[in-house]
């Protein structure tokens, strides 16, 4: 029963680790461009096929392979920023919304052109071998997603306290026109937002088909959401209000898709986030704004 | 007490019997080919979705991304009463109607309750989680079939009956628009406009928000009714937040608090993938593309400037 648990609870934690980095694209956008970056979980779909093109069809080691699907991504994200964000700054927020819902449904279908409808099985490249320690087995890919999710963590947690960079993506989250009066190019720190957010949803999606063994058009946009859900969760606008809120939400799904139903774990994990709303609106981490009149 | 008719309202009930006999001359001279006359009643259900989001979205200024979700408690209510009762086929479909929008009313107050404390993108995110939390309980739930959802509903509200659609889709606008310009009606623009001022010369904020969301949600309901009575098969997977965004996308590309606005875009955008279906593959893609270039267009400075040439007279005169 005990080995059960944790087994469960190890579960919990690969798949929370993954909608945590994810979550932490959608938490940085919106911290500095004030924005819901719908097309965040295609990002991940095309990091998957990404992968697979260059695995499969131009033939490279699995890591040079890892290494082009994140700047592809990192690239797409700044060009889809560039292209069709940037010129929308000023307008409402649903007008973005919206554009970036067309962007979401543009790569779907264009991934859908190119690789068709049906699903694609996928090999995982991940072969370590699993651990045993006492009665819990640990596989090989719990291991490598903790690893990896952890160092990814902890060097976007450096990067955004250390670097100057990431204190000019803090200034321009806090206050875009004062960052600028400061000498800060905004548009150049907008677009390294983004660059660092595609990267970090490309490392989720190669994690992800690792998991799932099967590329699909549309495989984003369930763990898109549910990344969504645990970026709000945390708070959104807070980076370590997405990390608890992704492996928060991993353990939740995985405990009752075990023990309760596997139908209602969806339904147990938004009632979950609309229970913290109602209790703390702004979510775990997120900081309480008050109106000024 | 002396009201005067005004030259508006007989405009208004003038264009209503004009578009309803250019639809019948439409339909019967077989003008529209199949593809067309089965597009009538989605055309129909997408502006009631769409008129009634615009109240919560465009008129309260909330974003809802669970609009779909009362859509589909209103149809499943629709769909369980008119396959299990055993009455005339008139009476049954009314009777399903009521029910459907009065459930989808009843969620809506349920729903709109706990969101009060909430706005902006965190109301956003909790109503598209509720969406999501009913999609899976109709997949669970015993009587609702799970995913393989309820089929064999009768047909009441397909092609053939596109009159009563048609009744049904013009009563939905008019009792929005003259909500939207009646004293309640005023009272949700101005939580829309400023909150707190309005919150200020003691309007009952709670009250009217609610209000919004139970309205909103009792024509999705019938919207949802009408869908299933024309499709005949509903699964929880059709209500899913890519519906909800649909209707969004709808409101948003016709203009957030525009009536108008909103059931021109509703027929566009839903004759508009029929009419790219000529181009097959690239349908979507289109869609996608033409979806994101509107966007853009609207916010632009080129719009600006044609504004500045005039091209648009009367949009000039109403920004001025």
Redesign the interface.
């Known amino acids: 029963m005990l080995t059960n648990i944790i087994e469960q609870l190890l579960n919990g934690l690969r798949t929370g680790s993954i909608y945590a980095l994810i979550a932490l694209g959608y938490t940085m956008v ?1 911290g500095i461009a004030k924005m ?1 970056n719908f097309a965040h979980g295609d990002i991940i779909m095309v990091g998957a096929y990404a992968l697979y093109v260059a695995i499969i069809n131009m033939q490279l080691p699995a890591i040079p392979a890892v290494l082009l699907t994140c700047v592809t991504c990192a690239v797409l994200g700044v060009v889809i920023e560039k292209v ?1 964000y940037k ?2 700054r ?3 927020p ?2 973005v ?3 970036a ?3 979401s ?2 790569l ?3 991934s ?2 190119i690789f068709g409808a049906t699903p694609i099985p996928f090999k995982s490249i991940i072969n370590v071998p699993a651990v045993k320690l006492g009665s819990v087995t640990v596989s090989g890919l719990t291991i490598v997603t903790l690893i990896v999710t952890t160092v990814c963590m902890i060097a976007l947690t450096l990067f955004i306290n250390k670097t100057k960079a990431g204190s000019a993506m803090r200034a321009v989250s806090e206050d875009k026109g004062a960052a600028s009066l400061m000498g800060i190019n905004v548009n150049r720190t907008i677009s390294m937002t983004f660059a660092i957010g595609s990267f970090l949803a490309a490392v989720a999606g190669i994690l992800y088909i690792c998991q799932y063994q099967s590329l699909r058009p549309t495989l984003g946009a369930l763990p898109g ?1 549910k990344a ?2 645990a970026a ?1 969760l945390g708070g ?1 606008g807070s980076v370590p209000g997405a990390m608890i809120g992704g492996i928060l939400l991993g353990i939740i799904e995985s405990i009752s898709k075990a023990y309760i ?1 596997t ?5 147990i994990v ?2 979950v ?2 229970v913290v ?2 209790v703390k ?3 775990l981490m997120g900081k309480n704004s008050t ?1 000024k ?1 | 007490m002396k009201k005067k008719i005004s030259k508006g309202f007989i405009l208004e009930i003038a264009f209503i019997i004009a578009s309803y006999v250019l639809l019948t001359i439409l339909m019967k001279s077989g003008m529209l080919n199949r593809q067309y006359t089965a597009l009538i009643v989605p055309v129909g259900v997408n502006i009631m979705l769409a008129v009634s989001l615009n109240l919560v979205t465009g008129f309260l200024g909330e974003l809802s991304l669970g609009h779909a979700c009362f859509m589909s408690i209103g149809a499943y209510t629709g769909a369980l009463i008119s396959t299990s009762m055993e009455l005339p086929s008139y009476a049954e479909f009314f009777l399903a109607l009521i029910a459907g929008g009065v459930m989808a009313a009843v969620f809506g107050f349920l729903i709109g309750v706990p969101v009060l404390r909430l706005h902006g993108d965190y109301l956003a995110i909790v109503t598209l989680a509720f969406g999501e939390i009913v999609k899976s309980v109709l997949n669970a739930l015993p009587f609702t079939n799970g995913s393989k959802g309820l089929s064999k509903i009768p047909m009441y509200s397909n092609y053939q009956h596109y009159t009563l659609v048609f009744i049904l889709v013009i009563l939905t606008i008019v009792i929005i628009t003259n909500l939207v310009k009646s004293r309640h009606g005023r009272a949700i623009c101005s939580l829309r406009d400023n909150y707190i001022a309005s919150e200020s010369i003691g309007i009952p904020v709670s009250r009217f928000k609610v209000l919004a969301f139970v309205i909103g949600a009792f024509f999705a309901g019938i919207a949802g009714v009408v869908y299933a009575h024309n499709v005949g098969i509903i699964k929880p997977t059709t209500f899913d937040y890519n519906k909800s965004i649909e209707i969004l996308v709808i409101v948003v590309l016709g203009g957030m608090g525009s009536i108008k606005g909103s059931i021109i875009a509703a027929v566009i955008l839903t004759v508009l993938p029929e009419m790219l279906r000529g181009a097959d593959d690239y349908r979507m893609l289109l869609y996608s593309i033409v979806l994101i270039v509107m966007m853009l267009f609207n916010n632009s400075e080129v719009k600006e400037r044609l504004l500045e040439m005039n091209l648009f007279k009367r949009h000039q005169k109403e920004v001025d």
């Not at chain 1, 139908?263 to 339904?267: H, I, K, M, S």
């Open positions: 919106y819901i069709a010129p929308l000023k307008a409402p649903l007008a919304l919206i554009t819902i067309g962007v449904y543009f779907q279908s264009a859908l052109l959401i969504f859900v709000v959104i139903s139908e209602l774990a969806d339904a938004f009632g986030l609309v709303l109602l609106p702004s979510g109106e009149v």
